[in-house]
C-alpha cells in the first residue's frame, strides 16, 4: 500500500512546486511568504481535526500546538491571521475537511500531507535561514516538522490494517489531497509572483 500512496503523491511532490522552489532560491517576494503564511494557516488550522477523527486525542493537541506556532510564523513574516481568500486555499480547507469526516479517508488525506512535511519544512528552514532575515521567531515551526516522520509512519500503520474497501477509499482521499496541496501553492504563486 505504501508504494501505491506515494506514486501518487510523487505527482504532485511539493518540493518541485515553484513556490517552493523560489523560497529555496531565495526570489519568492516577502509578500509572497505573508499570504502563503495567512492562507496555509487555516489548511494547518484543520489537521487537530483529523486526529480527532482518528481518536489521537495526544496528536491532536500537538498538531494545536504546531498550529499557534504557525500563528508566530505569520507574525514574524510581517503577516496576519485571517480566512483564506483565495479559491485554491478555500478549496484546500474544503478537502481537508470533508475528508476528515471518516477514518480511511482521513488517514489517506493526512498521509498525503504529513509524508511530505519533514522534507518541505527541512526546506523551507533552510531557504528562511539562507535568504530571509525575520530572525528566530520564524523557526519552530518548520524545525519540529524537519523531523517528524513519526506521523506519516503511524497513519501508514494504520492504513495497512483497513479493509481492502477502506484502502481503496484512503488511496483516492491521499490523491486528492495531494492534488488540494499543490493546487493552494499554485493559487499563492499566481497571486504574488510573477510569471515567467
Not at 82 to 104: G, H, I, N, P, Y
Not at 126 to 134: D, P, Q, R, T, V
Amino acid at each position: 500500500m505504501k508504494k501505491e500512496l506515494d506514486t501518487v503523491v510523487e505527482k504532485w511532490n511539493l518540493l518541485t512546486h515553484p513556490f517552493y522552489q523560489s523560497w529555496s532560491a531565495g526570489t519568492l517576494p516577502v509578500e509572497a511568504l505573508q499570504v502563503y503564511a495567512r492562507e496555509y494557516g487555516n489548511f494547518i488550522n484543520t489537521l487537530p481535526r483529523g486526529w480527532e477523527t482518528l481518536n489521537d486525542a495526544e496528536t491532536a493537541a500537538e498538531e494545536r500546538e504546531h498550529a499557534d506556532m504557525w500563528t508566530d510564523f505569520t507574525a514574524a513574516v510581517g503577516g496576519f491571521s485571517a480566512e483564506a481568500t483565495l479559491d485554491q486555499t478555500v478549496d484546500l480547507v474544503r478537502v481537508a475537511k470533508e475528508s476528515f469526516t471518516t477514518r480511511a479517508a482521513t488517514l489517506g488525506a493526512m498521509y498525503a500531507f504529513e509524508v511530505q512535511q519533514p522534507a518541505t519544512a527541512k526546506s523551507k528552514l533552510e531557504g528562511l535561514k539562507a535568504h530571509y532575515k525575520f530572525g528566530a521567531a520564524v523557526d519552530p515551526y518548520f524545525a519540529a516538522h524537519s523531523v517528524n516522520w513519526h506521523e506519516s509512519e503511524k497513519i501508514l500503520a494504520l492504513i495497512q490494517a483497513l479493509s481492502a474497501d477502506e484502502k481503496a477509499e484512503a488511496l483516492v482521499a491521499c490523491e486528492r489531497m495531494a492534488h488540494s496541496l499543490w493546487d493552494a501553492l499554485s493559487g499563492i504563486h499566481d497571486a504574488t509572483c510573477k510569471m515567467n
